[in-house]
């Protein structure tokens, strides 16, 4: 089975603050997603990395940078926090089969202050 | 630019009951994906769905993709309250990994 932990379940942060929230996977899958979760507007992707110091933006990627220095591990960052980045902050993982199938993390549900 | 809706965005029903979620989406793509989502939980992945016309049934659950139309359903049999959550259908974006998702359906099934 594979297995995507993120570093917090919940997490509040004051704002101005630098936030980092941690994706780890058991996988050895070289793509890895970072998405954010707000009512009505379903996932939105922020930024994706498909190997070790790689990394593209995705749809909304103003106000955060991700890090990816192994392979297991990619790092959101929020480097300095605002209330409208209040929300849940799920990271993927994804299989190099031909499904392309994504695997998601419990998700980290973020409220800045 | 890719876009995909689903409809409806909420969906109350009883139990036993029979229903449909649509999925709609504006280009091509090659890959369509259905997912469950619990309060307060994760995604977890229901179907994969590859090529025009397939169809995958699991429990009461059935989907199917029509790439022709640029539409796949999500058929519910006889629900349950089980089956109460909220479903995503999402899309692969061109030739790329990147996945771009409907706005979710949460369905509520009463006893």
């Known amino acids: 089975d594979v297995k995507v932990t993120q570093s917090s379940r919940y997490l509040v942060k004051r704002t101005g603050e630098k936030v980092f929230l941690e994706c780890v996977q058991d996988?050895?899958?070289?793509?890895m997603f970072w998405y954010r979760q707000d009512p009505g507007l379903g996932l939105r992707l922020i930024y994706f990395?498909?190997?070790?110091?790689?990394?593209e933006k995705g749809d909304i990627p103003e106000g955060y940078s991700v890090s990816r220095e192994k392979k297991e591990r990619f790092s959101l960052i929020l480097e300095s926090a605002s209330t409208n980045q209040t929300s849940m902050y799920l990271c993927?993982?994804?299989?190099?089969?031909?499904?392309?199938?994504?695997?998601f993390g419990p998700g980290t549900r973020l409220t800045v202050t | 630019e890719l876009k995909v809706e689903q409809n409806p965005l909420f969906l109350s029903m009883q139990e036993g009951k029979n229903y449909t979620i649509y999925c709609n989406y504006s280009?091509?793509?090659?890959?369509l994906y259905w997912y469950r989502q619990d309060p307060g939980k994760s995604l977890e992945s229901l179907f994969v769905?590859?090529?025009?016309?397939a169809v995958k049934q699991e429990g009461r659950l059935m989907a199917s993709l029509d790439t022709k139309a640029r539409l796949s359903t999500l058929h519910i049999t006889a629900a349950v309250h089980d089956l109460s959550a909220t479903y995503f259908c999402?899309?692969?974006?061109?030739?790329?990994?990147?996945?771009?998702f409907g706005q979710g359906t949460t369905l509520q099934v009463k006893p």
């Open positions: 993927a993982t994804r299989t190099s089969g031909r499904t392309y199938e994504q695997y």
């Open positions: 996988m050895d899958h070289e793509n």
């Open positions: 990395s498909y190997d070790v110091k790689m990394k």
């Open positions: 280009t091509t793509s090659d890959r």
């Open positions: 769905l590859l090529s025009n016309g």
């Open positions: 999402a899309v692969r974006s061109g030739n790329t990994g990147k996945l771009i």
